[in-house]
């Protein structure tokens, strides 16, 4: 299957700062990518989607001035989380998808942010 | 966000034993998709079915697309305690801007 990859693995920040992560697909081209968080034994909760050279979509609820996402090429995607709170703490999770995001989706093996 | 039900939402059983979980919906989805997580990482897809009716195998894993398009299921045969894990199920609709809903998980726990 494909291979999607993201980094950091595992960060520490203090309140206030910003974080970036990136989530990059390493062998085939992804024209879609998700952003999911997910919360210690729930499902995932998709946060945005974005599409290679345009704006993301965020979903109801979701702050596109905290979360901010950049897919600039067809192979990474970043999210910035901004000013960060401990409440931001989570496990973030992307997904890549291929043809418009009709493709079986791959997921990075996530990024556990600890806001202190 | 919506989500498909799933179940059951965790299962402990004796290693060698057969697993079956499975995922109902009130909408149609032109794809289903099952996926494993482990502890502190992303989740690996296991199988994906794109027909109706389909039932594909992966190894031990046996995975069908109901026929109504509405729900699905994972069977697990003589289990491992490797198999030790969160099980999703995901939807795919094509009405939806490609979004996939997910299962509530079913955690599963194998006793050697």
């Known amino acids: 299957g494909a291979v999607v990859s993201q980094h950091p693995s595992r960060v520490i920040c203090k309140s206030g700062t910003s974080v970036k992560i990136e989530c990059r697909s390493l062998?085939?081209?992804?024209?879609?990518m998700f952003w999911y968080r997910q919360f210690p034994k729930q499902s995932l909760m998709l946060m945005a989607t974005?599409?290679?050279?345009?704006?993301?979509?965020?979903e109801q609820g979701v702050e596109k001035d905290k979360f901010l996402i950049n897919h600039a090429s067809l192979t990474l995607s970043t999210l910035t989380v901004t000013s960060a709170h401990p409440e931001d703490s989570s496990f973030y999770i992307c997904s890549a998808s291929g043809r418009g995001g009709e493709e079986t989706q791959y997921f990075g093996p996530g990024t556990r942010l600890l806001v202190l | 966000g919506q989500q498909l039900n799933q179940s059951p939402q965790s299962m402990f059983i004796q290693e060698g034993e057969d697993v079956s979980m499975n995922c109902t919906s009130s909408s149609i989805f032109n794809t289903w998709l099952w996926y494993k997580q482990d502890p502190g990482e992303g989740p690996v897809l296991l199988i994906a079915?794109?027909?109706?009716?389909e039932l594909t195998s992966n190894g031990r894993l046996t995975a069908q697309f109901g026929i109504t398009r509405k729900d699905s299921f994972l069977n697990i045969s003589a289990s491992i305690p490797s198999d030790v894990g969160i099980y999703f199920c995901a939807g795919l609709s094509n009405n939806a801007g490609n979004m996939l809903t997910f299962g509530g998980g079913t955690r599963l726990m194998v006793k050697p």
């Open positions: 974005s599409n290679e050279g345009s704006k993301a979509t965020y």
């Open positions: 062998d085939f081209q992804a024209t879609t």
């Open positions: 079915l794109y027909k109706a009716g």
